[in-house]
């Protein structure tokens, strides 16, 4: 069974997989023969929903999770997978539109492309993949599927009150309106908006609209991916060019059925564009599904060059001043207070600012200003709310502005986040007198200092198979959109989720300037291969491609160029191992083999590309450069692991950069200047050179671009650039270790509820109120862990609950996700899909955890990296009476990294 342990799990509800491929003859035969032996078998089941479009199989719900292994023994199924579930981010609302979506239009071609080529999207289609939208905006053409309309496609697939963990069978309808939400209207707006003060990149585009999510507040705000499945089925079956999915996150996998999906709409003909994910703080291999789909366009957010925020006016002895404030942290609860209104910087009863206590005294009418930090805005909230505030203020403890997403319906009063900056000087005046505040839903906008910069919260690359990612950039931080009608109509919102569109609308153009008669590929490398890497903060060395893919997106450039080059990346895997750097097999990240040719030396790699001629009657000529860019790691110098990747080499370092630290790349054949006639194309064999100076101890990552310098012989003498990025491993990619040291606390094995980890040959008791806890940290993602019971001999007891799990991916260091854990509580599993349970006997045993390290074979045991918990021995065993799918065997479901949030 395919258990992923990157993202929450729907209880008893399962993918089945047949063997045939998707739109084959033999699907029909297929999920007839599998429905016939599971009435022959005799097995409760009920089927969710029947795919054959893009996924040939089955979504199930199993009420007895041991009648698995039979399904899976069936001659019609391939493999099962546990559904998935993705969870929406919370909506954030603002008022009054602003032309803040008209600086990124400068900085990107966008603008450029509609005055001087009237380039609109017209005669496109573009799907939205989202929370729904509200199609009566008057910028979205007040309208549903009349003449004329933008909208003419779309269908809701859940209702107002679906959620996944609460309502598990949506009520759909063909009416995808979303007034609760908000998400998909701001997304849709990005795309296609057309009102008199701003525009969409692409506003006349036709628009199909497909809800995958319900309204806020019905549980915990998720989808399952049996319904999403069905969303992207509707998408393809409606003939759309473009389709946009802004959800996705955690260390996902290429092979996540998502995943699988998207590649399968890439292949029928459809630009699939995906967010990144918003995890960049949580370092390397954040990058997730969809996105990582083969031939999937997944972006990366760069910042916007102007903020259009909120206002808040604040009066006090000294004067008066105005600061902006975030959207609020719940979309249906507004920061307004037309009348001034008393702040206060109350002392919570456990002595601190940060609100994160109940508060001893009353503070009626009056707003809490509070610190960020040390508990969740909710609680922040909640607190302030037993006391009598009216509202709640909290100052960051960062100098940016930050948007809460912190939401409860226990909670209302409003919340917004100010700078520090903004909050201390409060927190100034306060000590001169009274301060109050007026609010009005007022904006302002203010040039963004970090504007044309990577979003800090922008994922990073690569996947766990060394493929990269992001592929490209676009702006996604401080984005002014529409937003439904009943929620303000406006409002700015960040993330990848607003980043995606802006490339979606992107892709529209290119085919609206080829007349559609461009394929998937050529749209996904005019894309690539014309954006701009950008330098890192305060240096002049491009940001890693596993940070920014090929650069920042422009669409002028992409429309105009007159070459391309087959691949637009280049993933080199690892480097120490000869006989695998440049292995043949190798497949680029567009789906395509790429023609290869094993490196002369342990430390490089020679690869293949064909540069394509567009010009019918002018010679182009060409020449190379490599740009070096920053080598990255998630391992310090003493070898301990840190969320923030460091970097080589360092920002602002006054140490001389060694030659031997970067990597090098030249054309190795042919003789150059290469010259290529029009209409023609040539294949050049490209050398890179890994950096012999870096440590493989640190476990580098390298990378850089290959610009191509481009010249015609035309009467203008047109010149163009296009960069080609590569991706590399210093040292041998398949020794990684997996598991973090147990240096660093983890793994261990422990009392439940206890942080201490058992000392050799404890005594311990197993019944329902004592039980064991595991406890390891994936460093690295992987496509198998094993999780058992081993004797003195080291031959397998059984499987622990939650015991045999596939394509995890890496923990994070946040609370929530930093490690992944089993329990030892009396039951073991004899077989790998845990659907074989017994009772364990007392006796002296070990834990035993295998992690696959990358690249290696499942079957391989020598592809493992092992560790050994120490000895312990079990008195006694009174095992709970539950079923083997009890929420404790789930539980590390609720540990390990999130992911499916809308970004």
């Known amino acids: 069974m395919k258990a992923p342990g990157s993202t929450s799990i729907q209880s008893g509800a399962y993918f089945v997989e047949f063997h045939g491929e998707p739109a084959s003859p033999e699907c029909d035969y297929e999920h007839e023969q599998f429905y016939q032996e599971v009435k022959a078998a005799g097995i409760n089941m009920r089927t969710r929903n029947a795919f054959k479009r893009l996924f040939n199989g089955v979504a199930i719900d199993l009420p007895n999770t041991r009648n698995l292994e039979q399904l899976e023994s069936m001659a019609t199924v391939r493999r099962t997978w546990p559904m998935?579930?993705?969870?929406?981010?919370?909506?954030?609302?603002?008022?009054?539109?602003?032309?803040?979506?008209?600086?990124?239009?400068?900085?990107?071609?966008?603008?450029?492309?509609?005055?001087?080529?009237?380039?609109?999207?017209?005669?496109?289609?573009?799907?939205?993949?989202?929370?729904?939208?509200?199609?009566?905006?008057?910028?979205?053409?007040?309208?549903?599927?009349?003449?004329?309309?933008?909208?003419?496609?779309?269908?809701?697939?859940?209702?107002?009150?679906?959620?996944?963990?609460?309502?598990?069978?949506?009520?759909?309808?063909?009416?995808?309106?979303?007034?609760?939400?908000?998400?998909?209207?701001?997304?849709?707006?990005?795309?296609?908006?057309?009102?008199?003060?701003?525009?969409?990149?692409?506003?006349?585009?036709?628009?199909?609209?497909?809800?995958?999510?319900?309204?806020?507040?019905?549980?915990?705000?998720?989808?399952?991916?049996?319904?999403?499945?069905?969303?992207?089925?509707?998408?393809?079956?409606?003939?759309?060019?473009?389709?946009?999915?802004?959800?996705?996150?955690?260390?996902?996998?290429?092979?996540?059925?998502?995943?699988?999906?998207?590649?399968?709409?890439?292949?029928?003909?459809?630009?699939?564009?995906?967010?990144?994910?918003?995890?960049?703080?949580?370092?390397?291999?954040?990058?997730?599904?969809?996105?990582?789909?083969?031939?999937?366009?997944?972006?990366?957010?760069?910042?916007?060059?102007?903020?259009?925020?909120?206002?808040?006016?604040?009066?006090?002895?000294?004067?008066?001043?105005?600061?902006?404030?975030?959207?609020?942290?719940?979309?249906?609860?507004?920061?307004?207070?037309?009348?001034?209104?008393?702040?206060?910087?109350?002392?919570?009863?456990?002595?601190?600012?940060?609100?994160?206590?109940?508060?001893?005294?009353?503070?009626?009418?009056?707003?809490?200003?509070?610190?960020?930090?040390?508990?969740?805005?909710?609680?922040?909230?909640?607190?302030?709310?037993?006391?009598?505030?009216?509202?709640?203020?909290?100052?960051?403890?960062e100098p940016d502005l930050m948007s809460p997403t912190s939401v409860s319906p226990n909670v209302t009063i409003p919340l917004v986040v100010i700078k520090s900056d903004d909050g201390q000087s409060i927190l100034s005046e306060l000590n001169f007198g009274p301060v109050t505040l007026t609010a009005t839903n007022g904006t302002v906008s203010t040039s963004n200092p970090a504007g044309g910069q990577i979003s800090k919260f922008s994922s990073w690359g690569p996947d766990p198979e060394l493929h990269q990612s992001p592929a490209v950039g676009a702006p996604g931080g401080h984005i002014f959109s529409t937003f439904p009608l009943d929620l303000g109509g406006y409002t700015s919102l960040s993330g990848t989720s607003m980043a995606s569109p802006y490339v979606a609308g992107m892709a529209a153009l290119i085919l609206q300037a080829r007349s559609k008669n461009a394929s998937v590929d050529e749209v996904r490398r005019l894309l690539l291969e014309s954006a701009h890497p950008k330098p890192n903060a305060n240096s002049t060395i491009p940001m890693s491609p596993l940070r920014q893919g090929s650069g920042l997106a422009d669409i002028w450039d992409s429309v105009s160029l007159m070459a391309t080059i087959d691949p637009p990346q280049l993933s080199l895997n690892y480097t120490e191992d000869r006989e695998s750097f440049g292995n043949p097999a190798d497949s680029g990240l567009d789906g395509t083999k790429q023609s290869l040719q094993r490196g002369t030396a342990s430390d490089e790699a020679i690869r293949r590309l064909t540069l394509f001629n567009h010009s019918p009657s002018s010679f182009m000529t060409c020449t190379m450069t490599n740009l070096a860019a920053s080598s990255v790691s998630s391992f310090m110098t003493n070898g301990s692991f840190a969320a923030t990747p460091r970097t080589w080499p360092e920002a602002g370092s006054a140490v001389a950069i060694a030659a031997d630290t970067q990597p090098r790349a030249f054309i190795e054949s042919p003789v150059l200047p290469i010259r290529v006639a029009p209409g023609a194309s040539q294949v050049v064999e490209v050398r890179i050179k890994a950096p012999s100076g870096l440590s493989a101890k640190d476990r580098w990552l390298f990378g850089g671009y290959l610009r191509f310098n481009l010249l015609w012989d035309d009467q203008s003498g047109t010149a163009q650039t296009l960069h080609v990025p590569y991706t590399g491993f210093v040292g041998?990619?398949?020794?990684?270790?997996?598991?973090?040291?147990?240096?660093?606390?983890?793994?261990?094995?422990?009392?439940?509820?206890?942080?201490?980890?058992?000392?050799?040959?404890?005594?311990?008791?197993?019944?329902?109120?004592?039980?064991?806890?595991?406890?390891?940290?994936?460093?690295?993602?992987?496509?198998?862990?094993?999780?058992?019971?081993?004797?003195?001999?080291?031959?397998?007891?059984?499987?622990?609950?939650?015991?045999?799990?596939?394509?995890?991916?890496?923990?994070?260091?946040?609370?929530?996700?930093?490690?992944?854990?089993?329990?030892?509580?009396g039951t073991l599993y004899q077989d790998a899909d845990l659907t074989r349970p017994f009772e364990t006997q007392p006796g002296a045993y070990r834990v035993r955890i295998d992690a696959l390290r990358p690249l290696r074979d499942p079957n391989d045991p020598e592809g493992y990296q092992i560790w050994h918990s120490p000895r312990f021995i079990i008195d006694s065993v009174s095992p709970p009476k539950a079923s083997p799918s009890n929420v404790e065997e789930a539980e590390s479901s609720d540990d390990v990294v999130r992911n499916g949030e809308l970004m």
Not at 312 to 331: A, M, R
Not at 764 to 781: F, G, T, W
Not at 803 to 819: A, C, D, K, P, V
């Open 84 to 397: 998935q579930v993705r969870t929406r981010s919370v909506a954030i609302p603002s008022a009054n539109v602003s032309p803040n979506l008209m600086y990124a239009h400068q900085h990107t071609g966008v603008s450029k492309v509609h005055s001087e080529l009237g380039l609109t999207g017209q005669g496109i289609k573009v799907g939205v993949i989202d929370t729904g939208v509200d199609y009566m905006h008057p910028d979205l053409g007040a309208c549903w599927k009349t003449p004329g309309c933008p909208f003419q496609y779309g269908y809701d697939f859940v209702g107002d009150g679906y959620d996944s963990g609460t309502m598990p069978h949506p009520v759909p309808d063909p009416d995808p309106r979303d007034t609760c939400d908000g998400h998909g209207t701001h997304v849709t707006g990005i795309i296609a908006a057309h009102g008199s003060r701003f525009s969409g990149v692409a506003p006349n585009v036709t628009l199909g609209i497909y809800r995958i999510f319900g309204c806020p507040g019905n549980g915990t705000g998720q989808s399952a991916d049996d319904v999403i499945l069905k969303a992207m089925e509707a998408a393809h079956a409606d003939k759309m060019d473009v389709i946009n999915m802004s959800f996705g996150g955690g260390s996902g996998w290429s092979e996540d059925p998502l995943s699988v999906a998207a590649s399968r709409l890439v292949r029928d003909g459809i630009v699939m564009v995906a967010s990144a994910g918003n995890d960049g703080a949580n370092g390397l291999y954040t990058s997730g599904s969809p996105g990582l789909g083969v031939g999937v366009i997944n972006v990366a957010s760069f910042e916007n060059w102007m903020i259009t925020s909120l206002k808040i006016d604040i009066f006090g002895k000294n004067g008066n001043h105005s600061i902006v404030h975030s959207s609020p942290g719940n979309s249906k609860i507004r920061f307004v207070f037309d009348t001034p209104t008393q702040v206060v910087a109350p002392i919570d009863s456990s002595g601190s600012i940060n609100g994160c206590a109940p508060y001893t005294d009353r503070y009626d009418h009056q707003i809490l200003l509070v610190k960020r930090g040390n508990c969740t805005f909710v609680d922040k909230a909640a607190h302030a709310q037993d006391a009598g505030a009216v509202g709640i203020v909290v100052y960051n403890n």
């Open 732 to 825: 041998d990619y398949t020794k990684l270790d997996v598991l973090s040291v147990p240096e660093e606390g983890l793994p261990f094995v422990g009392l439940k509820g206890s942080p201490d980890a058992l000392e050799d040959n404890v005594h311990v008791a197993i019944d329902s109120e004592h039980k064991l806890a595991v406890h390891y940290r994936l460093e690295h993602p992987t496509r198998v862990v094993k999780l058992r019971l081993v004797d003195d001999a080291n031959a397998t007891v059984g499987y622990l609950p939650y015991g045999y799990i596939e394509y995890l991916g890496r923990n994070y260091q946040s609370e929530r996700g930093r490690f992944s854990n089993s329990t030892i509580n």
